[in-house]
């Protein structure tokens, strides 16, 4: 059976770091992809640029790569899906696959405050990435259902690419920041200008 990470987000832009880190997840847990999964239009999130553009983006950021691939899943929703309802869709349209849904440390505490916690904990299986002082090891013990369930969730530590930040992209494109190409593809970079995106 093939096993797949999913891998949610706004990536508003993707950048270098988001495609380096999925790659190390790939060979790092043996997956066969990563997919992608954008968020839709109706994610509540400052500065979200249209869900069209942010498609765009992932697919020339990751068309060099066979073991990536990109999602539309969350896409042209009529409302912002919750976690659940988002795994939902994607376990439902995957099917005979072993899932992993890759999430950030500090996703941790969004599972935590959602009323969906049982189910999110005890169904599913995740890759947590270890971020900054954010200990996935600690939230996990201090919480009874999580802990209940810790077989659920592999820690990745040591990773080489931590700065997966889409707010720092933007703020240096919004400052015409001229080295903003060490953090974007030069295709990802060229498709921005060309659609006159994240300026002032």
């Given at each position: 059976m093939k096993n797949y990470g999913f891998f949610g987000g706004s990536f508003n832009p993707v950048t270098k770091a988001h495609v380096e880190l999925a790659i190390e997840i790939v060979k790092k847990f043996k997956l066969n992809k990563v997919i992608f999964v954008p968020v839709g239009d109706n994610y509540q999130k400052k500065n979200l640029i249209n869900e069209?553009?942010?498609?765009?983006?992932?697919?020339?950021?990751?068309?060099?790569?066979?073991?990536?691939?990109?999602?539309?899943?969350?896409?042209?929703?009529?409302?912002?899906?919750?976690?659940?309802?988002?795994?939902?869709?994607?376990?439902?349209?995957?099917?005979k696959i072993n899932k992993y849904y890759i999430i950030g440390a500090d996703n941790l505490y969004k599972m935590v405050a959602s009323e969906d916690l049982e189910t999110l904990a005890s169904t599913y299986t995740y890759i947590v990435i270890q971020r900054g002082v954010i200990d996935a090891k600690e939230i996990i013990k201090s919480n009874p259902i999580l802990k209940e369930n810790e077989k659920n969730f592999y820690i990745m530590e040591n990773i080489k690419h931590n700065d997966t930040s889409s707010t720092h992209v933007r703020n240096k494109i919004e400052n015409g920041n001229k080295d903003i190409d060490l953090n974007l593809q030069k295709e990802v970079l060229a498709y921005i200008e060309k659609n006159k995106l994240y300026q002032r």
């Amino acid at each position: 059976m093939k096993n797949y990470g999913f891998f949610g987000g706004s990536f508003n832009p993707v950048t270098k770091a988001h495609v380096e880190l999925a790659i190390e997840i790939v060979k790092k847990f043996k997956l066969n992809k990563v997919i992608f999964v954008p968020v839709g239009d109706n994610y509540q999130k400052k500065n979200l640029i249209n869900e069209k553009h942010r498609y765009n983006m992932l697919k020339i950021a990751t068309n060099k790569y066979q073991e990536l691939e990109i999602s539309d899943i969350e896409l042209n929703q009529n409302k912002n899906l919750t976690t659940l309802e988002a795994f939902q869709k994607i376990e439902k349209h995957y099917e005979k696959i072993n899932k992993y849904y890759i999430i950030g440390a500090d996703n941790l505490y969004k599972m935590v405050a959602s009323e969906d916690l049982e189910t999110l904990a005890s169904t599913y299986t995740y890759i947590v990435i270890q971020r900054g002082v954010i200990d996935a090891k600690e939230i996990i013990k201090s919480n009874p259902i999580l802990k209940e369930n810790e077989k659920n969730f592999y820690i990745m530590e040591n990773i080489k690419h931590n700065d997966t930040s889409s707010t720092h992209v933007r703020n240096k494109i919004e400052n015409g920041n001229k080295d903003i190409d060490l953090n974007l593809q030069k295709e990802v970079l060229a498709y921005i200008e060309k659609n006159k995106l994240y300026q002032r």
